[in-house]
């Protein structure tokens, strides 16, 4: 067989060189122009002064606690929907292969050695004895096939677009991920601090009212009390309990959860203990963040940048189906050798070629061609509205967690002195019952607001921790300081688009019509 490579030549010096040549000058694309779905932006869109304290994308540092950093690292690592996520990333790259395939020449090798034997009762065939020709033959055959569809309508490059427009929404909602991940993780741990707090609170409260109630049961006995304030007495020892079963499972289900944010195995998730770091009240407040929108919220959120790659490969995706509605020409060419023995195969009489140009056209296909069309028109207004929705849900989280983290701080610092408060509260309440200047319900009541302002100022803290969270979610992972190198997102999305950018400008790029 002779090699295909050497008659390469041969073949594209023919006229079908210039009508390749040709081709590829005048190709056009069919995708519609695209453009970046219009919305009114806020008055306050400016850029945001950090003066000196910068938003660093490994945010999580700022609480000082290596244990929550040390959980947010292994969940970032470990976490089997970033796992996924990654499969996602490559098998989309994978389908940019195929597609940067489709744009050069389909070369296939055949070979087959065939036998056969004739019949001497067919019609016109004159005996073999007479004929002197043998009743069986045998062919072998060895041959290059190679075709290459010309793409007068961008219809391959327009498929090249898409898939690597999916590749590009891939890798970025990768990182959103990443982003939600790692406030995920920090959000649970906060959870669990706050659930430790309240199981504390829970059973220092119990211990406290079963001794009241060890008390109170002697004064029952001698008569000093009524039945009615002892089995008052009796209920909140019970109410207290039932609080640290409560605050126990939360607890339980906090570690549980934060296990499986962290991917552990299930027999750590079973058998290993979530580990602390400070409690949830010695935790620092990291400063409040800057009010105000970054410029730049559109190209900073990883959701709102995969939302519009998802449009630019809907958007390139019509330009395909339009494309179904015109001629599809392909180049063929074939090049092998065809011989009755094995021996005389790779002999330059056994040789033969051909080249020669196929088309095809849709004459009826019942509307199949348009359907399409008008399913990839609809996908790319469904691919808008999620745009638009993703863009409007961004601002709600700027808005919301701005607020939240405004006042976050206000509402501890008031928790806290009610606590204070209620605590003098009880103190005093229990001298007067004690001495009867009170009844038994108003020791009662101050110590039922004391307990539920103790568990309510757990939840507080855990709230102005999570409402840092969630600014540096709601931006898109925070700002970066001047010369240093980002821990976080780990893919670099600016590198591949640059990068894919580049593969499209060596391609020969189609003008739009």
């Known amino acids: 067989m002779t090699v295909f490579g050497k008659t390469a030549g041969m073949m594209f010096k023919a006229p079908a060189f210039v009508l390749t040549l040709t081709v590829l000058l005048s190709a056009c694309s069919l995708a519609p122009h695209y453009d970046r779905p219009d919305q009114e932006m806020p008055k306050q869109w400016r850029s945001v002064d950090m003066g000196s304290a910068p938003l660093h994308t490994d945010w999580w540092n700022r609480f000082n606690d290596p244990v929550l950093s040390e959980m947010v690292e ?253 001629p599809s020409i392909s180049l063929t060419g074939m090049l092998g050798t065809l011989s009755a023995s094995v021996g005389s195969l790779f002999t330059g009489p056994a040789g033969m070629w051909n080249y020669g140009v196929t088309g095809s056209v849709p004459v009826l296909d019942f509307g199949r061609n348009w359907y399409n069309l008008k399913d990839a028109e609809a996908q790319k207004k469904a691919a808008i509205a999620v745009y638009r929705k993703t863009v409007q849900t961004a601002f709600e989280d700027i808005r919301t967690s701005l607020t939240s983290q405004r006042e976050a701080d206000h509402i501890v610092r008031s928790m806290q002195v009610q606590v204070e408060s209620l605590r003098r509260a009880v103190q005093l309440a229990s001298l007067q019952y004690a001495n009867g200047y009170t009844d038994y319900l108003t020791v009662l009541d101050a110590e039922r607001q004391l307990f539920a302002a103790e568990l309510q100022l757990a939840t507080s803290l855990r709230d102005r921790l999570n409402s840092v969270v969630s600014v540096c979610m709601a931006l898109g992972g925070g700002w970066q300081d001047a010369g240093t190198t980002p821990s976080f997102p780990i893919v670099n999305t600016e590198k591949l688009l640059d990068e894919q950018t580049s593969a499209k400008k060596t391609t020969p790029a189609p003008k739009a019509q």
């Open 74 to 326: 292994e969940a970032l690592k470990n976490n089997q929907d970033l796992a996924e996520s990654m499969a996602k990333i490559e098998s989309a790259a994978a389908q940019v292969g195929v597609g940067t395939a489709a744009l050069a020449p389909a070369v296939s090798g055949a070979g087959s050695a065939m036998a056969q034997g004739a019949s001497e009762k067919s019609a016109n065939t004159v005996p073999f004895n007479q004929s002197k020709l043998s009743r069986s033959t045998t062919a072998y055959q060895g041959a290059l096939n190679a075709s290459w569809e010309l793409d007068f309508w961008g219809k391959v490059r327009n498929q090249y677009t898409m898939l690597s427009d999916v590749l590009m929404s891939t890798v970025i909602g990768h990182e959103a991920l990443r982003l939600s991940v790692a406030g995920q993780t920090a959000q649970g741990y906060f959870a669990l601090l706050a659930q430790d707090m309240q199981l504390e609170t829970a059973r220092r409260t119990l211990v406290s009212r079963e001794e009241s109630f060890r008390i109170y049961t002697a004064r029952y006995k001698q008569g000093d009390i009524t039945e009615l304030d002892w089995q008052r007495a009796r209920a909140e020892v019970e109410t207290a309990r039932a609080q640290v079963h409560t605050s126990t499972v939360a607890v339980d289900s906090a570690e549980a959860g934060l296990a499986v944010l962290l991917g552990r195995s299930p027999r750590d998730i079973m058998d290993r203990s979530m580990k602390r770091g400070n409690a949830i009240n010695l935790l620092p407040a990291p400063p409040v963040l800057p009010a105000g929108l970054p410029s730049d919220l559109l190209e900073r959120r990883p959701d709102i940048r995969a939302a519009e790659f998802t449009i630019m490969a809907y958007n390139a995706n019509i330009g395909v189906a339009r494309a179904q509605f015109f």
